[in-house]
C-alpha cells in the first residue's frame, strides 16, 4: 500500500475507533506489524461519550460526539463548527447492530437504531464518495425472512451504488476471534465496477489461537498491563458464563455483556477488558476510558482492527486499479 494516492475518509458511528484504526494503519497487534494505510479520516461521529473519549485519547484527530441525526439536521447549534464534509473519497459506518443481532430483541426496522443506517445514506448522498463500507451482525441477513436487508440494500441502491455484500468471519484474517460480520460496499456506479471481497488468508487449521493470542496474561496481575482488569461477576445462568478454550479463536466479544463476560479456561476468573481487546486484535497501547465495563462494551461495540485493516487493503487495489483507468 504504497501508492502515493491518499483516500478523504469519513467515519460514521465510529465508536472507540476500531474500523478507523484498521483503515488507518500504522500499528501492531501480536507482534505482527500492520502498515500505515493511504486513508485519511477527515471527520468521526459517535454518540457514545465514553468511546468518544477513548477514540479522542488514542487518534491525532477529534471525534464530533453528538447523534448523527442531529447534525444531519443542525440541531445542535454548539457543534456549528463540526458539520459533515461536503465531499468525500470514503464512508465507513458500523451503524448500530443490537437490534439486528441473534443476541438481541431483534427489533430490526422497529426501532430507533435500526434505521440509523438512514442517517449513512444521508450522508452519501451529501458527500457523494467513490465507495461505502458499512458493517454489521450475521443476524441483519435474516431478520424478517432477509426484508430487512433487501430493503437496505434497495435504499442504499437509490443513490446510484452497485452494492454487494458478503457474510466474512475474523478469523480467516488473523484475529484470533470467531467473529461473523456482514459487510455491505457500495461503488459509485459512474465510475467504479461492483467490489469483489477479499478471501481470507488463513485457513481453519492456521486460525490464531486464544492460548497464541493471551497466554501470557493468564498468570499476571491486575494492572500488569492498562485494561487488564476483570469483571468479577459470578457464575450465572445466561450468556457469557462457559469458558473459553485455549487452543481455539476466541467467541464473539459482545458489547452487552452485563459483567458475563466468557471465563478464562483456567475458569479462575473472567477475561480481562485487555484480553479481550487482544481477541479483537486491538493493540495493547490502544487503551480504553473510563473503566472497565466501559471498555468491555466499547470493545465488543468495536470491528476488529485487523481484520478492518486487511478489508482497507483490499479496498485501497482496488480504488487505484479501477481509478486509474479513468
Not at 262 to 283: D, T, V, Y
Request: charged share 25%; hydrophobic share 35%.
Amino acid at each position: 500500500m504504497q501508492q502515493a494516492k491518499t483516500y478523504k475518509t469519513i467515519s460514521m458511528f465510529a465508536g472507540c475507533g476500531g474500523l478507523d484504526l484498521g483503515f488507518r494503519g500504522g500499528f501492531k497487534s501480536l507482534d505482527i506489524k500492520y502498515t500505515k494505510t493511504n486513508f485519511e479520516i477527515i471527520w468521526s461521529n459517535d454518540i457514545d461519550k465514553n468511546a468518544c473519549l477513548t477514540y479522542r485519547k488514542n487518534f491525532d484527530h477529534n471525534i464530533v460526539c453528538a447523534d448523527i441525526r442531529d447534525l444531519l439536521e443542525n440541531k445542535n447549534k454548539n457543534l456549528f463548527n463540526e458539520f459533515i464534509p461536503s465531499q468525500a473519497d470514503i464512508v465507513l459506518g458500523g451503524f448500530p447492530c443490537q437490534d439486528f443481532s441473534h443476541a438481541g430483541k431483534r427489533k430490526g426496522l422497529d426501532s430507533d437504531r435500526g434505521t440509523l443506517y438512514q442517517a449513512m445514506a444521508e450522508v452519501i448522498k451529501k458527500t457523494k464518495p467513490k465507495l461505502f463500507l458499512a458493517e454489521n451482525v450475521k443476524g441483519l441477513l435474516t431478520l424478517n425472512s432477509g426484508d430487512v436487508i433487501r430493503q437496505i440494500i434497495k435504499d442504499f441502491e437509490k443513490l446510484g451504488y452497485n452494492i454487494t455484500y458478503k457474510l466474512l468471519t475474523t478469523a480467516d484474517f488473523e484475529v484470533p476471534q470467531k467473529r461473523e460480520r456482514v459487510l455491505i460496499v457500495g461503488t459509485r456506479k459512474d465510475i467504479l465496477p461492483v467490489f469483489e471481497f477479499p478471501a481470507g488468508i488463513l485457513s481453519e487449521e492456521c486460525w490464531v489461537s486464544l492460548g497464541e493470542a493471551i497466554g501470557d496474561l493468564e498468570n499476571k496481575q491486575e494492572g500488569y498491563l492498562n485494561n487488564h482488569f476483570w469483571s468479577k461477576a459470578k457464575k450465572n445462568k445466561g450468556q457469557g458464563n462457559n469458558a473459553v478454550i485455549r487452543n481455539q479463536p476466541g467467541p464473539t466479544m459482545r458489547a452487552e455483556h452485563h459483567g458475563n463476560i466468557e471465563f478464562h479456561w483456567n475458569k479462575k476468573r473472567r477475561l480481562s477488558a485487555r484480553e479481550a481487546a487482544r481477541i479483537q486484535s486491538f493493540p495493547d497501547d490502544f487503551i480504553f476510558y473510563p473503566s472497565t465495563s466501559s471498555a468491555y462494551k466499547q470493545i465488543g461495540n468495536a470491528v476488529p482492527p485487523v481484520f478492518a485493516w486487511h478489508i482497507a487493503n483490499s479496498i485501497n487495489k482496488f480504488l487505484n486499479l479501477n481509478m486509474e483507468k479513468k
